[in-house]
């Protein structure tokens, strides 16, 4: 146990539940002093609400207690301590005394404190230095760095990064490179094709959303293959590095923040290196399917027709729907492999965002992989909502003069995107995650969730594959 010294001259995080300080280590008098004075200020009630005080007798301690339900889950805790970190500031060292008493609850409050001092200062004068932080606990063996928190962690912050990265100074190549180094260190086998190797592949579709760039589109396969792997799961992920819409050139407010068109590819390529680095005892197989979607002399035309690398061909009515274009070539090469199932991820519809707002992902797929996704979101303590993909729709998507074009019209245009999906998942089990929405936060913090990049998908990704272990 820590010494009350630390606990009375460090900034502090505590819980309050039902009334009451929660559990805490403090001193006795100094609890009931903060009691009474947030009794004074008023009581935190809503969820995650917090009150800030100082420390008595030492006004130059700052104290945030964050309001906890009754029995908090993890995920509360995670959430709970993220807010209370992040609202925090700049701090040296922060002492965490959140109520638990178990080593998965411990973890989700180490969790919460790390996602919630995050910050993005690459294009700032001044760095904001991450503080240190002290979980004071009555549980044994939990003194050191959890390993799995660092690593999740660390995949999180991996994703945020690069989404937060101007499209300037992130185009393909980059992304590549990221992943590369990423996973260099680790078993993951890194393939990619570009040039007249992808033309090889037969991937039209990103030829063709990236034929306005200069900046060549690639496929990138990284394979976690471990010797015990009990099953396979394949990952397809979205990498437009800048979504300009194309020729079907988006309005200058839907462009703003298109550099984060890349995010479904950065979180797969997170999840390989977080199962890599964890040792899971599954193949987990990522393709990342990268291209800039631009507007020039080269850019592909509104009515081309490409040929996917399935031998589907698809008429283009909508250059702005390229990112269904491009998962199309990582779905059709995912199949090959024959997995036990695949799982795409992708900013891939403003219509998400209108019917299920910022913080939520639609989910769609096979039935019984769907379910497993919800139930790893809910542990992972990311929300996600399961929306259906009716056959009847799947005639919007009929073409005059090829198998399909890529969009249909205006109603459901995140159902209609998934249906387009599904025609190159080869009938395998698939979840298609489109995460436009909660990819990126572009209002105000919330929880442990910043402002920019979210990170969002990669702790439902490992729960899922880590859950797959354990069958
Ligand atoms: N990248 C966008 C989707 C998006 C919008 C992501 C806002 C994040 C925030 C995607 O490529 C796109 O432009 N989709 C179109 C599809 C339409 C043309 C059928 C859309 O949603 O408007
Ligand atoms: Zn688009
Ligand atoms: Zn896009």
Redesign the pocket.
């Known amino acids: 146990m820590n010494s009350d010294i630390s606990l009375l001259s460090s900034s502090t995080v505590l819980g309050w539940t039902d009334g009451q300080l929660a559990a805490s280590h403090m001193p006795k008098e100094i609890a009931s002093s903060i009691a009474a004075r947030i009794q004074t200020l008023g009581e935190p009630t809503s969820e995650n609400s917090t009150v800030h005080i100082t420390m008595p007798g030492n006004d130059k301690v700052h104290v945030v207690v964050v309001f906890l339900p009754s029995h908090p889950s993890p995920a509360h805790l995670r959430e709970a301590t993220g807010r209370a970190v992040r609202e925090m500031g700049a701090q040296k060292h922060v002492v965490i005394d959140m109520p638990h008493s178990t080593v998965e609850e411990h973890a989700a409050i180490e969790e919460g404190a790390l996602l919630g001092s995050y910050s993005f200062d690459v294009y700032r004068a001044t760095d904001t230095s991450v503080p240190t932080f002290e979980i004071v606990t009555d549980l044994p063996d939990v003194g050191k760095p959890n390993t799995h928190v660092e690593i999740s962690v660390a995949a999180q912050q991996f994703v945020q990064n690069l989404v937060n990265t101007p499209a300037a100074d992130l185009y393909p190549e980059h992304l590549e490179k990221a992943a590369r180094e990423l996973v260099s260190n680790l078993d993951v086998e890194v393939t990619s094709w570009s040039g007249t190797a992808l033309e090889e592949m037969g991937c039209g579709g990103l030829i063709g959303v990236g034929k306005g760039s200069v900046h060549e589109p690639r496929l990138v396969k990284l394979d976690w293959n471990p010797n015990n792997a009990r099953t396979h799961v394949a990952l397809v992920g979205k990498g437009?590095t800048f979504?300009s819409?194309g020729m079907s050139l988006k309005s200058h407010e839907g462009m703003i923040?298109?550099k984060t068109?890349m995010t479904g590819a950065a979180t797969v390529a997170a999840t390989v290196f977080a199962c890599a680095s964890l040792g899971v005892p599954v193949r987990v197989t990522a393709w990342m399917c990268i291209a800039e979607n631009m507007l020039s002399g080269t850019s592909m035309h509104v009515g081309d027709v490409l040929r996917i690398a399935n031998g589907t061909t698809v008429e283009v009515n909508?250059t702005?729907?390229?990112?269904r274009l491009v998962l199309a070539d990582g779905l059709s090469h995912a199949v090959r492999d024959n997995p036990d199932q695949i799982i795409d991820v992708a900013?891939?519809?403003?219509?998400q965002?209108r019917a299920l707002g910022n913080r939520y992902a639609g989910l769609m797929g096979t039935d019984e992989l769907v379910t497993c996704i919800v139930q790893a979101a809910e542990k992972a303590g990311e929300y996600i909502w399961p929306m259906p993909l009716p056959d009847y729709l799947m005639s919007v998507l009929d073409s005059k003069i090829a198998d399909m074009r890529n969009?249909g019209t205006a109603e459901a245009?995140m159902l209609t995107a998934g249906l387009f999906l599904r025609r190159f998942t080869g009938g395998l089990p698939w979840a298609h995650i489109d995460i436009?929405g909660p990819s990126f936060n572009p209002g105000s913090p919330w929880g442990y969730t910043p402002s920019g990049a979210t990170g969002y998908g990669v702790r439902t990704l490992l729960t899922h594959i880590e859950t797959l272990a354990t069958q």
Request: hydrophobic residues 35%; glycine residues 20%.
């Open positions: 437009i979504d819409g923040d298109m068109d909508n702005d729907a390229e990112g900013t891939l519809t403003g219509a965002i969009t245009g436009a």
